[in-house]
């Protein structure tokens, strides 16, 4: 049990609110395209989770074509032991700037 405080207060507001990435066929679409661009640097993608939120998930639900995750491969995530895979780093900086020629 948590003892009371007498004349304390609890106030609160919604800062923002970052809507669910939710898949569409405009942004499936998109990753097809993407998964052959990487399949031509020679690696393949798999499709991620959904239902996170971003800044992708903005866009996403102004019903543009978005994806999210093409950054570099790593660990622990936006934690204090948070790592990245130093090779990945060449290998996305390059499916971006192929991606980008693509479209």
């Known amino acids: 049990m948590r003892p009371k405080l007498p004349g304390a207060r609890l106030t609160y507001r919604l800062e923002s609110l970052t809507p669910p990435l939710e898949p569409s066929s405009l942004s499936r679409t998109l990753f097809r395209r993407v998964k052959r ?6 690696f393949s993608l798999d499709g991620g989770k959904t239902g996170g939120g971003s800044d992708a998930s903005l866009a996403s639900s102004l019903g543009l074509p978005t994806l999210d ?5 790593g660990h622990g995530i936006h934690a204090k ?8 780093l060449v290998q996305r900086t390059a499916l971006l700037a192929s991606i980008l020629l693509e479209l």
């Open 37 to 42: 661009v990487a399949a031509g640097q020679g």
């Open 69 to 73: 995750g093409l950054g570099p491969s």
């Open 81 to 88: 032991n948070e790592q990245v895979d130093l090779s990945s």
